[in-house]
């Protein structure tokens, strides 16, 4: 602010100004908290009594607002607009009273407590040089105990010093699709259908994208084209379905004849709900397949940590990429996220997230045989959203949108997804794992009165 501190008098009216015209300008936005008298005072070197007067003129202008403990704060748009508080586009509430799309876990059920425990461990016990700059890959705690991890509980075959640590898949990927348009690569193959997004990432990376059909038994690896391929061989997203033993080690053929690469995206190989469960496929051929892991359906997508565990030759090219893209992922999360892993505080959430998570899926499929008799559930008991399906005869994806919107209701279908021209089956990929515990009934009856209507009409 300009304010001519030198006259002595009227410096109250020359603050009221200065601070008038900062949020009418828009630099002071609604909500922006300001600094208390005592630090204003001490640093424009005024009486604490002149800015208190400054204050109150401005609160009862209408521009600003006081509340015992939580300081003052600008209430009045730029430009004077709609005096009063004015709710942030960044926070407004979600306008669906239901929500089932796919994607994110309950994330009400993050430990926070256990995560509040080995934050006070790492912040008392984290060397100086863990504020530093660091190795692109990532810190070494949480390398070790993710070799660890991810060994135990999902068969890598990985040491450490292959482990590279991400901000979320999207960047993990984008890492990978970056390296191989630097090896000259120039087509990927995806699934089809797959999560829109990973084909978009690809494409801005300058490669082709290859659609793959998906059946009951996963990926159809005689469709393969180029020398690489993203695949959810565990769960297939959307679909659902496990990649068949026979298929597997037909992929892995495929990319030694081929010299190719497999991305292996395992985002909710944790959640899987039978007693027999499925090792990541990266085990069969650990220098073929880059292995994708994240805490985005674990803990929550808010934290943006990922990991690869990738062949020994390409540890240095996507490292390399790591450090041109953002130097290294957030030290402390990491070792916090390391700490919780050699707790045992990661393996007891996702025990409790896993049951919680069947129940649901248990829940929806007996709502829908005993309510929706023309719709059935497909795909394998596993994960963290679960494919309605019904036949072409029955209504239409649009009409069923149509009918969840009236409902207030979220819904993803499975339109959306595909990356070939149609017609393709209709179906809803629903996430039944999003809403919160106490949510999930009413979330669930809307789904159930949304679809009765549809095949009653």
């Known amino acids: 602010m300009e304010l001519d501190l030198e006259k002595r008098r009227g410096r109250s009216q020359q603050l009221v100004a200065g601070l008038r015209r900062a949020i009418e300008s828009g630099r002071l936005l609604p909500g922006s908290r300001l600094p208390s008298t005592r630090g204003v005072a001490a640093d424009l070197g005024l009486a604490r009594g002149t800015v208190t007067s400054a204050y109150h003129r401005l609160i009862a202008e209408g521009y600003l607002e006081s509340a015992q403990g939580s300081g003052t704060r600008v209430v009045v748009a730029p430009h004077g607009e709609a005096r009063g508080r004015q709710p942030s586009s960044l926070h407004a509430r979600s306008p669906w009273q239901w929500n089932l799309r796919p994607g994110l876990p309950d994330v009400t059920m993050f430990p926070r407590n256990a995560w509040v425990r080995s934050t006070q461990r790492v912040l008392r016990l984290?060397?100086?040089?863990?504020?530093?700059?660091?190795?692109?890959?990532?810190?070494?705690?949480?390398?070790?105990?993710?070799?660890?991890?991810?060994?135990?509980?999902?068969?890598?075959?990985?040491?450490?010093?292959?482990?590279?640590?991400?901000?979320?898949?999207?960047?993990?990927?984008?890492?990978?699709?970056?390296?191989?348009?630097?090896?000259?690569?120039?087509?990927?193959?995806?699934?089809?259908?797959?999560?829109?997004?990973?084909?978009?990432?690809?494409?801005?990376?300058?490669?082709?994208?290859?659609?793959?059909?998906?059946?009951?038994?996963?990926?159809?690896?005689?469709?393969?084209?180029?020398?690489?391929?993203?695949?959810?061989?565990?769960?297939?997203?959307?679909l659902g379905a496990?990649?068949?033993?026979?298929?597997?080690?037909?992929?892995?053929?495929?990319?030694?004849?081929?010299?190719?690469?497999?991305?292996?995206?395992?985002?909710?190989?944790?959640?899987?709900?039978?007693?027999?469960?499925?090792?990541?496929?990266?085990?069969?051929?650990?220098?073929?397949?880059?292995?994708?892991?994240?805490?985005?359906?674990?803990?929550?997508?808010?934290?943006?940590?990922?990991?690869?565990?990738?062949?020994?030759?390409?540890?240095?090219?996507?490292?390399?990429?790591?450090?041109?893209?953002?130097?290294?992922?957030?030290?402390?999360?990491?070792?916090?996220?390391?700490?919780?892993?050699?707790?045992?505080?990661?393996?007891r959430h996702v025990r409790r997230c896993r049951e919680r998570y069947r129940v649901r899926r248990e829940q929806l499929s007996t709502a829908l045989e005993r309510e929706v008799p023309g719709a059935w559930l497909a795909g394998e008991e596993a994960g963290l959203h679960a494919l309605v399906r019904w036949s072409p005869d029955g209504p239409g994806e649009r009409e069923v949108t149509q009918a969840a919107r009236r409902e207030s209701l979220a819904v993803a279908t499975l339109g959306g997804y595909?990356?070939?021209?149609?017609?393709?089956?209709?179906?809803?990929?629903?996430?039944?794992?999003?809403?919160?515990?106490?949510?999930?009934?009413g979330a669930l009856g809307a789904l159930v009165r949304v679809l009765g209507r549809c095949f009653a009409a």
């Open 126 to 238: 984290a060397p100086a040089e863990a504020l530093d700059y660091g190795d692109p890959r990532g810190r070494p705690e949480l390398r070790q105990a993710l070799a660890d991890y991810l060994g135990r509980t999902r068969g890598v075959i990985t040491q450490p010093e292959r482990i590279i640590i991400c901000h979320g898949f999207t960047q993990a990927l984008g890492l990978i699709a970056a390296v191989l348009a630097e090896q000259g690569m120039d087509t990927v193959s995806v699934e089809d259908p797959c999560y829109p997004l990973f084909r978009n990432v690809i494409e801005t990376a300058g490669l082709s994208v290859h659609p793959v059909g998906v059946d009951a038994q996963g990926l159809r690896p005689e469709a393969l084209r180029g020398r690489a391929a993203v695949v959810t061989p565990i769960h297939q997203y959307p």
């Open 242 to 347: 496990t990649l068949a033993p026979g298929r597997r080690k037909d992929l892995v053929a495929w990319a030694e004849e081929a010299d190719a690469v497999i991305v292996e995206d395992d985002y909710d190989g944790e959640f899987q709900f039978g007693r027999q469960r499925v090792g990541a496929l990266q085990a069969l051929a650990p220098h073929r397949v880059i292995y994708a892991g994240t805490t985005s359906k674990t803990l929550a997508p808010g934290l943006r940590l990922a990991w690869l565990a990738v062949p020994a030759e390409w540890v240095e090219r996507i490292a390399t990429a790591k450090r041109v893209a953002d130097q290294h992922s957030a030290a402390l999360t990491q070792m916090v996220l390391a700490d919780l892993l050699r707790s045992g505080g990661y393996d």
């Open 418 to 441: 595909w990356g070939t021209p149609g017609p393709h089956p209709p179906g809803l990929v629903v996430g039944y794992a999003t809403p919160p515990q106490h949510g999930y009934a």
